[in-house]
């Protein structure tokens, strides 16, 4: 069964400071697509990035870098010189396998970035 | 193009009482999906439509109906809503089934059961 751990329930930064995000899935698929989701106080839902198994590439951009690493199944986030804007929960997802429809989702980690 | 929009965004109804969420999307998408999110629960599947004129169970059917009006609209309506029912509901689509596809999320509505 797929399942997502994001061990940090609640992180806070100081303005500029960077800050990782860590995500650590299970899965038995071979080809498998990773997400990361932003949810903003006003609470909705923003898609960030879509990764599949195939493309371990470290992913930039702008502020914002994803490092996928298969040998220790881990797809984490790293946000640069962190703005208060980037306060927010942010979400890791997996596929769920093939013929699936739901997104397995971890829990969160709720970013507050201080000013 | 406003990508996928829900109403009401908060509703309070008290047990036994009925209700649909509407969701909405202009993006073409083929497959629509409806989520709970519960605190500490991440988000759970509810319904999906993988295309016009199909809908499925996810994981957490019970209590709901769904029906995908046309390629746009999916609703969901709560029958006779129970205080489990608490929790904030999105809507979601993606241009293709499956769970590989990116999902575009919905604002959310915010439901209480008293």
């Known amino acids: 069964a797929q399942k997502v751990t994001q061990a940090q329930t609640e992180i806070s930064v100081v303005e500029k400071e960077d800050v990782t995000l860590d995500c650590v899935y299970e899965?038995?698929?071979?080809?498998?697509?990773l997400f990361w989701y932003k949810q903003p106080p006003s609470g909705e839902l923003v898609f960030l990035i879509r990764?599949?198994?195939?493309?371990?590439q470290n992913e930039i951009s702008g502020r914002y870098s994803w490092n996928f690493q298969k040998s220790t199944s881990s797809f984490n986030f790293t946000i640069t010189a962190s703005q208060v804007v980037d306060s927010a929960v942010y979400f890791c997802?997996?596929?769920?396998?093939?013929?699936?429809?739901?997104?397995?989702f971890g829990k969160g980690t709720k970013l507050s970035v201080i000013p | 193009n406003a990508g996928v929009t829900q109403t009401p965004k908060f509703q309070v109804l008290k047990t036994g009482q009925s209700m649909t969420l509407q969701c909405a999307q202009d993006?073409?998408?083929?497959?629509m999906y409806w989520y709970r999110q519960d605190p500490g629960m991440g988000l759970r599947l509810i319904y999906y439509?993988?295309?016009?004129?199909?809908?499925d169970k996810g994981e957490v059917p019970n209590g709901y109906n769904v029906s995908r009006l046309n390629k746009r609209e999916f609703s969901l309506r709560l029958e006779s809503a129970a205080p489990s029912q608490t929790s904030v509901y999105f809507c979601?689509?993606?241009?293709?089934?499956?769970?590989?596809?990116?999902?575009?999320f919905g604002p959310g509505t915010r439901l209480t059961v008293l």
């Open positions: 979601a689509s993606s241009v293709i089934a499956g769970s590989t596809d990116t999902q575009y």
């Open positions: 899965t038995r698929d071979t080809t498998y697509y």
């Open positions: 990764r599949n198994s195939f493309d371990e």
């Open positions: 997802a997996l596929d769920s396998g093939a013929g699936s429809y739901q997104l397995t």
């Open positions: 993006m073409n998408h083929n497959s």
């Open positions: 439509s993988a295309s016009e004129g199909t809908t």
